[in-house]
Protein backbone atom coordinates (compact mmCIF):
# COMPACT_ATOMS: atom_id res chain seq x y z
CA UNK A 1 0.00 0.00 0.00
CA UNK A 2 1.05 3.02 -0.85
CA UNK A 3 1.33 6.12 1.67
CA UNK A 4 -0.83 8.65 0.43
CA UNK A 5 -4.50 9.04 0.86
CA UNK A 6 -5.81 9.98 -2.32
CA UNK A 7 -7.23 13.77 -2.35
CA UNK A 8 -6.12 14.22 1.49
CA UNK A 9 -2.39 14.15 -0.04
CA UNK A 10 0.79 12.73 1.09
CA UNK A 11 0.90 13.47 4.86
CA UNK A 12 -0.19 10.49 7.31
CA UNK A 13 -3.34 11.68 8.32
CA UNK A 14 -4.41 9.62 11.51
CA UNK A 15 -8.07 8.80 10.98
CA UNK A 16 -7.58 8.55 6.98
CA UNK A 17 -5.09 5.74 8.10
CA UNK A 18 -7.34 3.77 10.38
CA UNK A 19 -9.49 4.42 7.93
CA UNK A 20 -7.81 2.23 5.44
CA UNK A 21 -6.52 -0.35 7.56
CA UNK A 22 -10.29 -0.53 8.43
CA UNK A 23 -11.23 -1.12 4.92
CA UNK A 24 -8.93 -3.48 3.97
CA UNK A 25 -9.87 -5.49 6.93
CA UNK A 26 -13.31 -5.72 5.94
CA UNK A 27 -12.03 -7.18 2.73
CA UNK A 28 -10.57 -9.78 4.51
CA UNK A 29 -6.73 -8.93 4.13
CA UNK A 30 -4.72 -9.82 7.05
CA UNK A 31 -1.59 -8.04 5.79
CA UNK A 32 0.18 -4.86 4.53
CA UNK A 33 3.34 -4.31 2.06
CA UNK A 34 5.02 -0.70 2.68
CA UNK A 35 5.84 0.99 -0.50
CA UNK A 36 8.47 1.80 -1.01
CA UNK A 37 9.81 3.08 1.83
CA UNK A 38 9.37 3.46 5.79
CA UNK A 39 5.91 3.15 6.93
CA UNK A 40 4.79 6.43 9.15
CA UNK A 41 4.10 5.47 12.90
CA UNK A 42 0.85 6.10 12.52
CA UNK A 43 0.14 3.19 10.01
CA UNK A 44 1.97 0.73 12.13
CA UNK A 45 0.28 1.74 15.23
CA UNK A 46 -3.02 1.14 13.53
CA UNK A 47 -1.92 -2.06 12.56
CA UNK A 48 -0.83 -2.48 15.84
CA UNK A 49 -4.34 -1.80 17.57
CA UNK A 50 -6.47 -3.38 14.53
CA UNK A 51 -4.45 -6.39 14.10
CA UNK A 52 -2.89 -6.43 10.77
CA UNK A 53 0.54 -7.52 9.98
CA UNK A 54 2.63 -5.76 7.92
CA UNK A 55 5.98 -6.39 5.73
CA UNK A 56 8.16 -3.14 6.83
CA UNK A 57 9.86 -1.81 3.71
CA UNK A 58 12.49 0.42 3.63
CA UNK A 59 14.29 1.24 0.82
CA UNK A 60 12.69 1.47 -3.04
CA UNK A 61 15.72 2.03 -5.04
CA UNK A 62 19.36 1.95 -3.79
CA UNK A 63 22.77 3.70 -5.20
CA UNK A 64 21.40 4.98 -8.34
CA UNK A 65 18.13 7.58 -9.08
CA UNK A 66 15.27 5.18 -10.07
CA UNK A 67 13.12 6.25 -12.95
CA UNK A 68 15.24 9.51 -14.16
CA UNK A 69 14.38 10.62 -10.02
CA UNK A 70 17.71 12.63 -9.35
CA UNK A 71 16.57 13.53 -6.21
CA UNK A 72 15.92 10.36 -4.74
CA UNK A 73 17.61 8.67 -1.76
CA UNK A 74 20.07 7.28 -4.28
CA UNK A 75 21.94 10.89 -3.71
CA UNK A 76 22.94 9.90 -0.39
CA UNK A 77 22.78 6.41 -0.44
CA UNK A 78 26.57 5.58 -0.01
CA UNK A 79 27.72 8.75 1.08
CA UNK A 80 28.91 8.93 4.75
CA UNK A 81 27.99 10.78 7.50
CA UNK A 82 30.36 13.89 7.70
CA UNK A 83 31.64 15.22 11.46
CA UNK A 84 29.08 18.16 11.60
CA UNK A 85 25.82 16.04 10.95
CA UNK A 86 23.47 17.04 13.73
CA UNK A 87 21.36 13.71 13.59
CA UNK A 88 20.66 11.64 16.88
CA UNK A 89 22.35 8.20 16.85
CA UNK A 90 23.94 8.97 13.32
CA UNK A 91 27.98 8.04 13.97
CA UNK A 92 30.36 10.02 11.25
CA UNK A 93 32.27 7.72 9.02
CA UNK A 94 28.54 5.35 8.88
CA UNK A 95 26.72 5.69 5.34
CA UNK A 96 23.34 6.76 5.08
CA UNK A 97 22.19 3.39 3.97
CA UNK A 98 22.97 2.22 7.12
CA UNK A 99 21.64 5.23 9.63
CA UNK A 100 18.44 4.71 7.94
CA UNK A 101 18.04 1.33 7.85
CA UNK A 102 18.89 1.31 11.73
CA UNK A 103 16.95 3.77 12.46
CA UNK A 104 13.90 2.30 10.70
CA UNK A 105 14.89 -1.38 12.35
CA UNK A 106 15.33 0.52 15.99
CA UNK A 107 12.42 2.33 15.91
CA UNK A 108 9.91 -0.42 14.50
CA UNK A 109 11.61 -3.63 16.42
CA UNK A 110 8.72 -3.54 19.15
CA UNK A 111 5.75 -3.29 17.16
CA UNK A 112 3.76 -6.53 16.82
CA UNK A 113 2.24 -5.83 13.39
CA UNK A 114 6.00 -5.91 12.09
CA UNK A 115 7.06 -9.64 10.59
CA UNK A 116 9.08 -8.91 7.94
CA UNK A 117 11.70 -6.53 6.93
CA UNK A 118 12.18 -5.42 3.91
CA UNK A 119 15.25 -3.84 2.24
CA UNK A 120 14.37 -2.98 -2.15
CA UNK A 121 12.44 -2.80 -4.47
CA UNK A 122 12.88 -3.89 -8.01
CA UNK A 123 16.35 -2.87 -7.79
CA UNK A 124 17.54 -2.57 -11.55
CA UNK A 125 16.27 0.77 -12.52
CA UNK A 126 18.72 3.20 -13.51
CA UNK A 127 21.12 0.64 -12.16
CA UNK A 128 24.53 1.24 -14.50
CA UNK A 129 26.89 -0.37 -12.40
CA UNK A 130 25.57 -3.84 -10.02
CA UNK A 131 28.89 -4.55 -9.08
CA UNK A 132 28.20 -3.63 -4.80
CA UNK A 133 24.81 -5.14 -5.19
CA UNK A 134 25.57 -8.51 -3.51
CA UNK A 135 27.57 -6.71 -0.84
CA UNK A 136 25.14 -4.13 0.09
CA UNK A 137 22.69 -6.93 0.55
CA UNK A 138 25.08 -8.84 2.87
CA UNK A 139 25.86 -5.70 4.96
CA UNK A 140 21.93 -4.73 5.21
CA UNK A 141 21.42 -8.03 6.40
CA UNK A 142 24.10 -8.05 9.19
CA UNK A 143 22.88 -4.77 10.08
CA UNK A 144 19.19 -6.10 10.86
CA UNK A 145 20.25 -9.20 12.47
CA UNK A 146 22.56 -7.08 14.92
CA UNK A 147 19.53 -5.88 16.43
CA UNK A 148 16.38 -8.03 15.72
CA UNK A 149 17.00 -11.82 14.45
CA UNK A 150 13.66 -12.95 15.19
CA UNK A 151 12.17 -12.14 11.71
CA UNK A 152 12.82 -13.09 8.31
CA UNK A 153 14.14 -10.42 5.30
CA UNK A 154 13.58 -10.01 2.09
CA UNK A 155 13.67 -8.28 -1.03
CA UNK A 156 10.95 -6.87 -3.69
CA UNK A 157 12.48 -9.25 -6.95
CA UNK A 158 11.24 -8.33 -10.34
CA UNK A 159 12.62 -10.95 -11.91
CA UNK A 160 11.21 -13.98 -11.28
CA UNK A 161 12.37 -15.85 -14.20
CA UNK A 162 15.29 -15.32 -13.22
CA UNK A 163 14.86 -17.19 -9.93
CA UNK A 164 14.38 -20.63 -11.58
CA UNK A 165 18.06 -20.64 -12.70
CA UNK A 166 19.85 -21.92 -9.54
CA UNK A 167 22.83 -20.35 -11.49
CA UNK A 168 21.82 -17.15 -12.13
CA UNK A 169 24.44 -14.33 -12.18
CA UNK A 170 21.52 -11.32 -12.57
CA UNK A 171 22.56 -8.97 -9.33
CA UNK A 172 18.77 -8.95 -8.40
CA UNK A 173 18.86 -12.59 -8.03
CA UNK A 174 22.07 -13.04 -6.23
CA UNK A 175 20.47 -10.17 -3.75
CA UNK A 176 17.97 -12.40 -3.25
CA UNK A 177 19.76 -15.37 -2.66
CA UNK A 178 22.11 -13.83 -0.14
CA UNK A 179 18.29 -13.13 1.60
CA UNK A 180 16.95 -16.63 1.21
CA UNK A 181 20.06 -18.84 2.32
CA UNK A 182 17.91 -18.23 5.53
CA UNK A 183 14.64 -19.35 3.70
CA UNK A 184 13.19 -16.61 2.85
CA UNK A 185 12.62 -15.63 -0.80
CA UNK A 186 10.38 -13.07 -2.51
CA UNK A 187 9.08 -12.30 -5.38
CA UNK A 188 7.31 -9.28 -7.71
CA UNK A 189 4.86 -10.09 -10.51
CA UNK A 190 4.48 -12.97 -12.43
CA UNK A 191 2.61 -15.93 -10.12
CA UNK A 192 2.92 -18.43 -12.77
CA UNK A 193 6.79 -18.07 -12.25
CA UNK A 194 6.53 -19.16 -8.66
CA UNK A 195 6.22 -22.94 -9.25
CA UNK A 196 9.52 -22.99 -10.90
CA UNK A 197 11.40 -20.71 -8.34
CA UNK A 198 10.23 -23.50 -5.68
CA UNK A 199 11.07 -26.37 -7.84
CA UNK A 200 14.72 -24.67 -7.95
CA UNK A 201 14.39 -23.71 -4.79
CA UNK A 202 12.68 -26.36 -2.14
CA UNK A 203 13.63 -24.97 0.76
CA UNK A 204 12.64 -21.40 0.13
CA UNK A 205 10.13 -19.88 1.63
CA UNK A 206 8.33 -18.14 -0.88
CA UNK A 207 5.29 -14.89 -0.33
CA UNK A 208 4.43 -13.01 -3.33
CA UNK A 209 4.63 -9.18 -3.70
CA UNK A 210 2.86 -6.61 -6.30
CA UNK A 211 0.57 -10.03 -7.74
CA UNK A 212 -2.39 -9.32 -9.80
CA UNK A 213 -1.74 -5.76 -10.68
CA UNK A 214 -5.78 -5.15 -12.34
CA UNK A 215 -6.44 -2.16 -13.70
CA UNK A 216 -10.27 -1.28 -12.69
CA UNK A 217 -12.55 1.31 -12.45
CA UNK A 218 -15.37 1.79 -10.41
CA UNK A 219 -18.83 1.92 -11.79
CA UNK A 220 -17.74 1.01 -14.82
CA UNK A 221 -20.35 -1.51 -16.52
CA UNK A 222 -20.83 -0.84 -20.25
CA UNK A 223 -18.02 -2.84 -21.13
CA UNK A 224 -15.73 -6.37 -20.27
CA UNK A 225 -13.17 -5.52 -22.74
CA UNK A 226 -9.32 -5.06 -21.57
CA UNK A 227 -8.27 -1.33 -22.26
CA UNK A 228 -11.67 0.63 -23.11
CA UNK A 229 -10.17 3.80 -23.93
CA UNK A 230 -12.89 5.55 -25.09
CA UNK A 231 -11.19 8.96 -24.37
CA UNK A 232 -13.13 8.95 -20.73
CA UNK A 233 -10.27 7.02 -19.14
CA UNK A 234 -11.88 4.98 -16.98
CA UNK A 235 -11.51 0.57 -17.24
CA UNK A 236 -13.90 -1.65 -16.93
CA UNK A 237 -15.30 -2.54 -13.69
CA UNK A 238 -15.41 -6.46 -14.44
CA UNK A 239 -12.20 -8.29 -13.46
CA UNK A 240 -11.32 -8.67 -16.89
CA UNK A 241 -8.40 -6.45 -16.89
CA UNK A 242 -4.80 -6.29 -15.88
CA UNK A 243 -1.52 -4.81 -17.45
CA UNK A 244 0.33 -6.95 -19.46
CA UNK A 245 2.93 -8.02 -16.53
CA UNK A 246 0.28 -8.52 -14.26
CA UNK A 247 -2.56 -11.03 -13.63
CA UNK A 248 -6.32 -10.03 -12.65
CA UNK A 249 -7.32 -10.09 -9.32
CA UNK A 250 -8.95 -13.84 -9.90
CA UNK A 251 -6.23 -15.27 -11.86
CA UNK A 252 -3.44 -14.13 -9.38
CA UNK A 253 -5.48 -15.15 -6.31
CA UNK A 254 -5.87 -18.77 -7.92
CA UNK A 255 -2.53 -19.18 -8.44
CA UNK A 256 -2.53 -19.03 -4.38
CA UNK A 257 -4.91 -21.61 -3.81
CA UNK A 258 -3.53 -23.62 -6.31
CA UNK A 259 0.98 -23.85 -4.71
CA UNK A 260 0.77 -25.01 -1.27
CA UNK A 261 4.25 -23.16 -0.78
CA UNK A 262 3.68 -20.28 -1.88
CA UNK A 263 2.53 -18.54 1.78
CA UNK A 264 0.79 -15.90 0.35
CA UNK A 265 0.61 -12.77 -1.71
CA UNK A 266 0.55 -9.06 -0.89
CA UNK A 267 -1.79 -7.54 -4.06
CA UNK A 268 -0.74 -4.66 -6.26
CA UNK A 269 -2.73 -2.57 -4.44
CA UNK A 270 -5.48 -2.11 -1.18
CA UNK A 271 -6.11 1.52 -2.38
CA UNK A 272 -5.87 3.67 -5.52
CA UNK A 273 -2.58 5.87 -4.77
CA UNK A 274 -1.29 9.21 -6.52
CA UNK A 275 1.16 8.86 -9.27
CA UNK A 276 2.15 6.46 -11.93
CA UNK A 277 -1.20 6.77 -14.22
CA UNK A 278 -2.10 3.12 -15.42
CA UNK A 279 -3.15 2.52 -17.92
CA UNK A 280 -3.83 6.08 -18.42
CA UNK A 281 -0.62 8.17 -18.45
CA UNK A 282 -1.93 11.00 -20.03
CA UNK A 283 -3.21 14.41 -18.99
CA UNK A 284 -5.50 14.87 -16.36
CA UNK A 285 -4.80 11.44 -15.30
CA UNK A 286 -2.76 11.27 -12.22
CA UNK A 287 -3.70 8.32 -10.23
CA UNK A 288 -3.44 4.26 -11.04
CA UNK A 289 -5.90 1.73 -11.55
CA UNK A 290 -4.58 -0.97 -9.65
CA UNK A 291 -6.48 -0.96 -6.39
CA UNK A 292 -9.48 -2.65 -4.62
CA UNK A 293 -10.62 0.80 -3.38
CA UNK A 294 -10.55 4.13 -4.67
CA UNK A 295 -8.92 6.84 -3.63
CA UNK A 296 -12.12 7.95 -2.09
CA UNK A 297 -12.67 4.66 -0.13
CA UNK A 298 -14.52 3.34 -1.97
CA UNK A 299 -14.58 -0.13 -2.71
CA UNK A 300 -14.56 -1.27 -6.61
CA UNK A 301 -15.93 -4.58 -7.50
CA UNK A 302 -12.93 -6.96 -6.75
CA UNK A 303 -13.23 -5.88 -3.39
CA UNK A 304 -15.88 -8.67 -2.95
CA UNK A 305 -14.03 -11.61 -4.64
CA UNK A 306 -11.49 -11.03 -2.37
CA UNK A 307 -13.90 -10.51 0.75
CA UNK A 308 -15.53 -14.08 -0.69
CA UNK A 309 -12.38 -15.43 -0.37
CA UNK A 310 -10.83 -14.12 2.59
CA UNK A 311 -13.70 -13.88 4.82
CA UNK A 312 -16.42 -16.29 6.40
CA UNK A 313 -19.24 -14.00 7.37
CA UNK A 314 -21.85 -14.95 4.71
CA UNK A 315 -21.12 -11.86 2.21
CA UNK A 316 -22.97 -12.41 -1.32
CA UNK A 317 -22.23 -9.46 -4.15
CA UNK A 318 -23.92 -8.43 -7.64
CA UNK A 319 -22.15 -7.04 -10.30
CA UNK A 320 -23.20 -4.63 -12.08
CA UNK A 321 -23.35 -2.06 -9.38
CA UNK A 322 -26.23 -0.42 -11.15
CA UNK A 323 -29.16 -1.40 -13.33
CA UNK A 324 -29.69 1.58 -15.14
CA UNK A 325 -27.42 1.76 -18.64
CA UNK A 326 -28.87 -0.96 -20.87
CA UNK A 327 -31.82 -1.16 -23.38
CA UNK A 328 -35.00 -3.27 -22.46
CA UNK A 329 -33.65 -7.39 -23.72
CA UNK A 330 -29.85 -6.48 -24.33
CA UNK A 331 -27.79 -8.82 -22.30
CA UNK A 332 -25.87 -8.16 -18.92
CA UNK A 333 -23.45 -10.45 -17.99
CA UNK A 334 -24.02 -10.55 -13.94
CA UNK A 335 -21.10 -11.69 -11.72
CA UNK A 336 -22.07 -12.67 -8.21
CA UNK A 337 -19.26 -13.30 -5.37
CA UNK A 338 -20.10 -15.33 -2.47
CA UNK A 339 -18.56 -17.40 0.23
CA UNK A 340 -21.59 -19.28 0.12
CA UNK A 341 -21.79 -22.88 -2.06
CA UNK A 342 -25.14 -21.37 -3.68
CA UNK A 343 -26.91 -18.45 -5.38
CA UNK A 344 -29.93 -17.64 -6.84
CA UNK A 345 -30.81 -14.50 -9.23
CA UNK A 346 -33.72 -12.68 -9.70
CA UNK A 347 -34.97 -9.93 -12.00
CA UNK A 348 -38.40 -8.32 -10.55
CA UNK A 349 -38.71 -11.09 -8.36
CA UNK A 350 -38.73 -13.68 -11.11
CA UNK A 351 -36.16 -16.38 -10.17
CA UNK A 352 -33.43 -17.03 -13.11
CA UNK A 353 -32.10 -19.52 -11.72
CA UNK A 354 -30.19 -20.98 -8.72
CA UNK A 355 -26.12 -21.93 -9.74
CA UNK A 356 -23.92 -23.48 -6.98
CA UNK A 357 -20.00 -24.06 -6.82
CA UNK A 358 -18.42 -27.28 -6.42
CA UNK A 359 -16.52 -27.44 -3.15
CA UNK A 360 -12.98 -28.20 -4.68
CA UNK A 361 -9.76 -29.48 -2.61
CA UNK A 362 -6.41 -29.15 -3.66
CA UNK A 363 -3.32 -31.82 -3.77
CA UNK A 364 -2.45 -30.14 -0.60
CA UNK A 365 -5.90 -30.57 1.30
CA UNK A 366 -6.97 -26.78 0.97
CA UNK A 367 -10.83 -26.86 0.05
CA UNK A 368 -12.56 -23.91 -1.61
CA UNK A 369 -15.51 -23.49 -3.92
CA UNK A 370 -15.21 -22.83 -7.57
CA UNK A 371 -17.59 -23.78 -10.25
CA UNK A 372 -16.74 -26.37 -13.03
CA UNK A 373 -16.35 -25.34 -16.36
CA UNK A 374 -13.69 -24.85 -19.15
CA UNK A 375 -12.69 -21.25 -19.19
CA UNK A 376 -10.46 -19.02 -20.88
CA UNK A 377 -9.82 -16.77 -18.16
CA UNK A 378 -7.03 -14.02 -19.64
CA UNK A 379 -3.55 -15.01 -20.32
CA UNK A 380 -2.99 -18.04 -17.92
CA UNK A 381 -2.19 -21.65 -17.82
CA UNK A 382 -3.81 -25.01 -18.72
CA UNK A 383 -3.37 -28.39 -20.22
CA UNK A 384 -4.47 -30.18 -23.14
CA UNK A 385 -8.49 -30.35 -22.47
CA UNK A 386 -8.83 -26.66 -21.58
CA UNK A 387 -5.81 -24.61 -23.07
CA UNK A 388 -5.96 -21.32 -21.34
CA UNK A 389 -7.66 -21.58 -18.61
CA UNK A 390 -7.51 -22.40 -14.94
CA UNK A 391 -6.78 -25.76 -14.10
CA UNK A 392 -5.12 -27.82 -10.97
CA UNK A 393 -2.64 -30.14 -11.24
CA UNK A 394 -3.56 -33.26 -8.52
CA UNK A 395 -6.53 -31.74 -7.21
CA UNK A 396 -9.02 -34.13 -5.50
CA UNK A 397 -12.55 -34.36 -7.58
CA UNK A 398 -15.56 -35.80 -6.91
CA UNK A 399 -17.58 -37.18 -9.59
CA UNK A 400 -18.44 -34.26 -12.29
CA UNK A 401 -16.49 -31.81 -11.11
CA UNK A 402 -13.85 -30.76 -13.06
CA UNK A 403 -10.03 -29.10 -12.48
CA UNK A 404 -11.00 -25.37 -14.16
CA UNK A 405 -13.75 -22.89 -13.31
CA UNK A 406 -14.49 -19.69 -11.88
CA UNK A 407 -14.72 -18.26 -8.54
CA UNK A 408 -17.58 -16.36 -9.30
CA UNK A 409 -21.46 -17.66 -10.43
CA UNK A 410 -22.16 -16.05 -13.87
CA UNK A 411 -25.56 -15.44 -15.30
CA UNK A 412 -26.81 -13.97 -18.54
CA UNK A 413 -29.71 -11.39 -18.56
CA UNK A 414 -31.71 -10.10 -20.79
CA UNK A 415 -32.35 -6.42 -19.55
CA UNK A 416 -35.59 -4.96 -18.04
CA UNK A 417 -35.76 -2.06 -15.93
CA UNK A 418 -36.46 -2.74 -12.14
CA UNK A 419 -34.94 -4.69 -9.56
CA UNK A 420 -31.96 -7.49 -9.57
CA UNK A 421 -32.06 -9.37 -6.58
CA UNK A 422 -29.35 -12.60 -5.33
CA UNK A 423 -29.79 -14.34 -2.16
CA UNK A 424 -27.15 -16.85 -1.46
CA UNK A 425 -27.69 -19.87 0.38
CA UNK A 426 -25.75 -22.09 2.83
CA UNK A 427 -25.21 -25.43 2.93
CA UNK A 428 -28.36 -26.38 4.66
CA UNK A 429 -30.42 -24.56 1.95
CA UNK A 430 -31.04 -20.94 4.13
CA UNK A 431 -30.74 -17.73 2.80
CA UNK A 432 -27.58 -16.39 4.92
CA UNK A 433 -27.21 -12.92 2.28
CA UNK A 434 -28.51 -10.85 -0.03
CA UNK A 435 -27.86 -7.97 -2.52
CA UNK A 436 -29.73 -6.05 -5.04
CA UNK A 437 -29.83 -3.13 -7.65
CA UNK A 438 -32.12 -1.45 -8.90
CA UNK A 439 -33.18 1.08 -11.80
CA UNK A 440 -33.03 4.13 -11.02
CA UNK A 441 -36.27 6.74 -10.78
CA UNK A 442 -37.47 9.39 -13.22
CA UNK A 443 -34.72 11.80 -12.60
CA UNK A 444 -36.58 15.52 -12.06
CA UNK A 445 -35.18 19.26 -11.39
CA UNK A 446 -36.01 21.64 -8.29
CA UNK A 447 -35.96 25.08 -8.86
CA UNK A 448 -36.48 27.71 -6.57
CA UNK A 449 -38.08 31.39 -7.28
CA UNK A 450 -36.21 33.97 -5.66
Avoid at 7 to 33: F, T, W
Avoid at 138 to 148: C, F, G, L, P, R
Avoid at 177 to 192: C, R
Avoid at 193 to 210: L, N, Q, R, V, Y
Wanted: charged share 20%; with cysteine.
Amino acid sequence: MHHDQGALGAASERDAVYRQVKKLKEMGCNAIRTSHNTPSSVLLEACNELGMMVMDETFDGWAFPKNGNSQDFSTHFNQTISADNKLLGATTGDTWYKFILESNIERDKNDPSVIIWDIGNELNFGVTDSSQYEQYAKNMKSYIEAIDKTRPITVGDNNPNGLQNANTQEFRNKVSTVLAKNGEGLANYSMGSMAGIHKTHPDWKIIATESASPSNSRGIYNTLSQYNKTGDYQCTAYDTNAVSWGNTARESWWYTIKDDFVSGEFIWTGFDYLGEPTPYSVYPVGVSSFGTIDTAGFAKDSFYLYQSQWTSTPMVHLLPGNWDQWHDGEEVEVWVNTNQPSAELFLNGESLGKKSFDEKETAYGKKYYETSEKTQDDKTWGDSTNPGGYTSNGAVLDDGELNSGKLHLTWKVPYQAGTLEVKAYDKNGKVVATDSVSTSSTPYTRSEER
